[in-house]
Each structure stands twice: as C-alpha cells, then as structure tokens.
C-alpha cells in the first residue's frame, strides 16, 4: 500500500505530502489544477525518465518519495538482497532530480532507474498512460492466467521437469565439448593411474607409518625407560608402590580412632590402584619392545615413495587419493565415451517424456481457466459501457527443431516445440471493442479512454490473484457518462476490496463512493501560482461532489443529491 507520497519543488508544486489508505483514494480538481503534475511525479518514484525542466523555478533540485507498506514479498526481498539494499518494513522510493541530473534512491540506498522500475514494477499499476500498464505487456498475461487458475502447482511440477531436462542436456553438451580434451587426456591419465596404483597409497596409512617408525626409532630409549619406570613404581628398594601400602595401612589405624581419615584413607587406596595399573602397563610394554631394523627400513622406504607421489600430485595423501579418483573418473569416461553418450541421451530422452506430460497437462488447464476468464471478462465490460466487446486468450507454441517438447505422431516422427520455464504455451490477450472487428491484440486495439475500462473489468475479475497491491487510474471515465459511470464507479469500489486503488475523477457517480477523498487546488501566492492537495471530511466531499454534479455554483439541491448519491455508495459497500 501506498502510505504516503511527498514532493517538493517539483512543477507547480512546492511542497506538499499527502497520506493514502486502504481501499477506493479520490482525487478530484478543476482541470488545469495540477492533477496531472501529481501523477507526474508518481510517475518519477516508477522509474520513468525524468526532465531537468520539472524543477521548479528557482529550486536547486526536486524531491519525490513515495512510502509503502506491506511492500516485503518474497520476490522484493530477493531483488533487494541481490543489490545489497536493505530490507525495511517499509519500502521508501526516493527521486532527486537536478537540472544536471537525476538519482533514485531505494530504502535510502542509491539504486539505478532500472532497478528502481523493476522494484516498482511488483508496486503499483498506473492505468492511464500506456508504458505503466502491465497488461499491454504480453508477458504479464500467462501470469495473470495461472495466478487467476490457482495452477502455482502444476507450474512448480513442469519447472522441476524443465529443470532436470535443461541439467541433462547441458552435461551432454559439456561432454561433447570436452570429448577431444578427454582422448588427450587420456594417455597421460593412464600413466599417472599406473604410477598411483603401482604405489597403493591407503587413506591414513601415512600418520599409521609415521607413528610406528618413531617407535622402531626410539626402541632402545623406550626398553630403557619403561625398565626404569617399573623398578622406580613397582620392584626396586623403597618403590612407591611399597611406600603406598606403608601409609595405607597408618592411615588405616588413625581411621580407626578418627574417622576424619576415612577421605584420606580412600585416596592413598586408589593411588595404590593407579600406581599399580601404571606399573604393569610398563612392564608389558617392556616386553613387547621392538628392535626391528629391517621393517624399519621398509617403512622409510614406504614413506619415501608416498612422499614422492605427495610432491607430484597435490602435498598430502588426501590430494593424492583424490586426484587418483578424479583421473580414474575421467579415464573410464574417456574410454566409453560412446556409451556415456548413449546413456545420457536415454536419459534426455527420458526427462524429455516427462516434461511433455507435465507441460501437456498444464497446457490443458490453462485453457480451462481462459474460457471462465473470457467469460467472466465479457460480462464485466458489458456492465462498463462495452457491450459488444470479443475477449480471448489466445494460446500459440513455438515449433522448434530441437525443441525439448516432443509429441509422437502415428507415422513414427514426432512435433517438437520450444520449451520456456513456465510451459510451453505462449498467450496473448485479444480484445474486440467494436462489432464487426475481430480480436487484435489487447495494445493495439484500445484507445486511452477504453484501456482504464478493460483494466478495471480484467482487474476485477482477476483482483483475488493479481501479485499487484496499488492500482492508479488516471481519469478512468473519459467518455463515460450516467449509469455506466454508476457501474464503473461500483466496479472501482468492489476492486477496493482487494487493492488499495488511487483514482482521478470527474464523474460524481465514482467520487462518490471513494472511501477517502483528496482535492487538487492551485492557487497565487507572492506572484508565484502552486499546486496543493488537502483531504477532505464528510461534509466537504459533499461538497465536491456536488460540485462536479452541478459544475461552477455548488446548489442545495446538488448537495443533497451528493449526499444520497455518497450514501447509496455506504449501504452497497
């Protein structure tokens, strides 16, 4: 939702703010009174090229900054993360323009036009001027299908196929890429292969080798030492062991007369214990000391040859083993190269099968919902002054020699189309406004006046699953007039319910039943002429509404109908 839009210095304006809600937002004003240069300015925080001219005279620079909220979607979140621009609670679009140049600012971050209209983009909808229309965009129409069909499933289950499909073709094509580098390779892997192998380095065999040869190499030291250690511990004159049992059994004795000695009692005994314990590991180990010069031998021998494939084949065992696996690897592959083919290509095959089912299948839905969707869409031109209006949605596939979607035909070829990430059916929104003409394609057919109308009909139909939270309509009831602008005005209001929508009207029968309501004033201050905007209470949007029934002289009878007509609005709502 659009909280709130400020601008300074910009045309006719010098500064104003202006805070929106939800629901139906008016805006109403005596032409020429800078409706225009507000939409002008929205139009800068979306990106549009902007023109040093639009500074107001005598201003250094120009300031447009549009505030929303509830704009954190999963879409938004991962665009902004990609350009390291923080992700607030509200989303703040700021443009500075100059008379040398122009900045945008997102969330207070720098940000290209681009990126700036890309982020606006999944904002807001701005009805009244074509580039700002998504649905004169083809490339919105399969998405307003499938989000309006509930089908977010069967497109997750053709991306996987779509997926799988463009990972096995593109290994295929890297294979093939590298097939003179693997006969190349070849030889030379074959040698290294036989020179690892010859060898037969085992993972840990080295820190198993290193720890032995330390113990063959100190083997005299250690007989030594764990000879002296046991003597000291266990069997020599006045060995501790011995010294232990002297003071265990004195401690026993002052136990017995005390028992504080109880603690110490138990300590000297478990001293003993370990003493003991101790003791017998050194005279096993005595005994199985080593003097082994020639395994000695071999293990440096060993060592020296582990060493060697270490120094060629990457420092350490580990990158020994891994390159012997890498090679072995790309070995086998290079002499079955064929086959690695072959199977890849049954596999392609495979994948191929299934992404034609699962698009077939989405394929087939999509034409269920674009027959409720172009029947639903009639109906609700019809209630908007276009009784005679065609629409359909209009499905075509791109037939591709190698294309990944393949159907068999009873002569044994096959049709092949293009697959695209989201099917593949490529569709087109065609519309009819006059009897006697065929559908054309929705951008070429519409007039200004028309276009505002077939979006309010499309957005209302569509209003549950369209991604887009803010619609703008800029003068949606040019040639409209009496019960079709009542229907219009309805039709605004119901959409309301879904979207926050901003609308610049003439017609009383849609100010009517806004549910908040600005105007636009411009008036003389110091010889200089500005532009304002001020919301209105209850009784001043009668007024306003009366003043669009009646024209120049607001008359009691004009405000009254006003005030019935904004009351009708109420208890429809």
């Not at 925080?45 to 902007?50: V, W």
């Not at 700002?132 to 299908?145: A, C, D, I, K, M």
């Not at 979207?499 to 200089?528: M, N, S």
């Not at 209105?536 to 002289?553: H, I, K, N, Y």
Request: charged residues 30%.
């Amino acid at each position: 939702m659009l909280r709130s839009l400020y601008i300074r210095d910009y045309a006719l304006i010098e500064e104003l703010e202006v805070e929106f809600d939800s629901g139906l937002n008016i805006i109403t004003g005596e032409t020429g009174a800078g409706k225009s240069i507000l939409i002008g300015a929205l139009k800068m925080i979306l990106g549009e090229r902007a023109s040093t001219e639009v500074v107001r005279t005598g201003a250094r620079k120009a300031i447009i900054e549009g505030v929303f909220d509830e704009a954190e979607t999963p879409r938004l979140r991962r665009l902004l993360e990609e350009h390291a621009i923080d992700v607030l609670p509200q989303m703040i679009l700021r443009r500075e323009i100059t008379s040398s140049q122009s900045r945008a600012f997102i969330n207070d971050t720098p940000a290209t036009i681009a990126l700036v209209r890309e982020v606006a983009a999944s904002l807001i909808d701005l009805h009244g001027q074509h580039e700002h229309q998504s649905l004169l965009r083809t490339e919105t129409h399969l998405e307003l299908l499938d989000n309006f069909g509930g089908l977010g499933g069967l497109v997750a289950g053709y991306r996987e196929q779509y997926d799988a499909v463009a990972a096995l073709i593109a290994r295929k094509k890297e294979l093939v890429k590298r097939e003179r580098e693997l006969h190349q390779q070849k030889e030379l892997f074959a040698f290294q292969i036989e020179e690892i192998d010859r060898v037969g380095p085992e993972e840990g065999e080295e820190d198993a080798l290193e720890a032995e040869r330390r113990v063959l190499e100190n083997a005299e030291h250690l007989y030594e030492v764990t000879a002296q250690l046991y003597e000291m511990l266990y069997e020599g004159d006045a060995a501790v062991h011995d010294q232990l049992v002297v003071a265990r059994n004195e401690l026993q004795d002052l136990a017995r007369i005390d028992g504080g000695f109880e603690e110490s009692l138990g300590e000297i005994k478990s001293a003993q214990i370990v003493v003991a314990e101790v003791a017998k590991f050194l005279q096993d180990y005595n005994a199985r000391v080593e003097f082994n010069p020639e395994r000695l031998e071999d293990i440096r021998i060993r060592l020296g040859e582990l060493d060697r494939l270490k120094r060629k084949y990457g420092g350490t065992l580990e990158a020994v083993l891994a390159h012997r696996q890498e090679i072995g690897e790309t070995y086998d592959l290079a002499s079955d190269f064929e086959g690695a083919i072959e199977r890849l290509s049954k596999q392609i095959t495979g994948a191929q099968a299934a992404l034609a089912e699962a698009a077939e299948r989405l394929s087939a839905k999509r034409r269920e919902v674009a027959q409720r969707i172009e029947q639903a869409i009639v109906a609700e031109m019809a209630k908007l002054g276009m009784p005679h209006s065609r629409f359909e949605v209009v499905f075509t596939r791109q037939e591709e020699p190698d294309g990944w979607i393949l159907f068999p035909r009873p002569d044994g070829h096959a049709e092949r189309y293009a697959a695209f990430p989201n099917g593949m059916d490529q569709i087109e929104f065609h519309l009819s406004t006059n009897v006697g003409e065929p559908p054309k394609p929705l951008a070429k057919v519409v007039s200004g006046g028309e276009v505002s109308r077939i979006m309010l009909a499309l957005k209302t139909i569509l209003a549950k699953s369209d991604r887009l939270p803010i619609l703008v309509f800029d003068e949606i009831d040019v040639g409209i007039s009496g019960a079709i602008a009542t229907k219009v005005g309805e039709s605004m209001h119901d959409l309301a319910h879904y979207h926050q929508i901003i609308a610049i009207t003439h017609l009383p029968q849609i100010a009517a039943l806004g549910d908040l309501h600005f105007v636009v004033e411009k008036y003389v201050e110091g010889k200089r002429t500005k532009t304002a905007i001020r919301r209105l209470t209850d009784e001043a949007r009668a007024e306003q509404v009366a003043l669009l029934m009646s024209g120049a002289e607001v008359t009691e009878a004009a405000l009254e109908s006003a005030r019935e007509l904004m009351a009708a609005g109420k208890r429809e709502a």
